[in-house]
C-alpha cells in the first residue's frame, strides 16, 4: 500500500493508507476510474466530502475515487420556481447558499450540512424537521452492476428517515447528479423545531425570512461544534435519532423528547438518551472525545486513531442501551471498522 493517507480526505482526519487514490474532476473519468477498478475486481471506496465517513487504522486497500466533479444547470420560471440539475462533486453549502442568492426557498433549514451534493439523497440529509427528500425531483445515477446510466425519480428513491436506495444496495448505485425542484420566495418552510422557532422569534409552525433561518442555523451548528469551520474535527453528528415502538417510548421519562412517526412508532432523541444514560460533553478516551459543544459529535481532539473513536463509541452506546433498552445506530459509515 502507499504511504497516502486517508485522514487527509476525512473530517475526523483518521484512517490509514490507501492503495491507490484517484481525483475525479469530470463524470467521464469517474465512470472511467470506476469501470477500471471494477473489471479487475479492485475493491473500490467512493468519497465525496468524507464528512460522514469513520475509516479503519489500517487504511483501504484498493482504488479510493473522490468525486469532484462540479456544474450545475438551472432553470427559474417566476411562478414555478426552480429546477436545478447539479453535480454530485459540488459542495452542498456552497448550493444552498447558490439557491437562496437565487431568490429561491426550502433549502434554507439545510445550511451548513458539510458534505457533497451526491452524499446527500444517499443519506437523505435533514436537519430542523425538514428533509432534502422534500426537494428532490430525481437522481441520475452510474449503475455499477448493468453497467449504464440510470435516473430515478424522487418516488423511486425510497426515501425515509436517513435512508434511500441508494444506502440500501450501498455501492451499487454512484451518483452523478441531482435535480432540485424549488420554490421561489422569500419566506421559509414552516419552522418545526423548537429550538430554531426560539432563535427566530417565532411560534413553531410560522415561516420567517430564508435568510434569517439560513442566519440562526449556522449558529445553532456552530454553537455546536457541526461547522466544518469550527475547531471540532467531527463527522457531524455520529448516531441517527432512534425510532422505537410506543411501548418503549411509554416507558422512558417524560421528559425525554418525542416525535410521532406516520406508522405510529416514535421518534427520539440520541442526544438526549446519551446524555441521561451518563455520556458527558467532554467526555475522554484516549485522543478520541464526545464534542465539549454536543454529546452527538463524536471528535478527534488531537491524534486520535479510528480505533479510539470506535472504543468511545461503544462506550456511549452501550451506556444508552443498560440504561434504556435503546441500541443506537451509527449515522457515520464505517469502513473497516465495525461497532459489533
Known sequence: MSAENLSALTTLHVGGPARRIIHATTEAELIAAIDEADSSNTPLLIIGGGSNLLISDDGFDGTVICVETTGN????DACSGGMLTVASGEDWDDFVLFTMEKGLANLESLSGIPGTVGGSPIQNIGAYGHEVSEVIARVRTYD??????TTFAASECEFGYRESKFKKEAGRWVILDVTFQLRRGEMSLPIMYAELASALGVSVGDRAPITDVRTEVLALRAKKG????SEIQS???FFINPIITADQAAGLPESAPRWPQPDGRIKTSAAWLMENAGVNKGDRLAGAQISPHHVLALSNA?????A????LAKSARNKVQEKFGITLQPEVQFVGVSLD
Open 235 to 237: 463527522a457531524g453528528s
Open 226 to 229: 457541526m461547522l466544518l469551520q
Open 308 to 311: 479510539d473513536i470506535v472504543a
Open 73 to 76: 444547470s438551472y432553470e427559474i
Open 302 to 306: 488531537g491524534g486520535a486513531t479510528s
Open 144 to 149: 455499477r452492476k448493468e453497467k449504464r446510466i
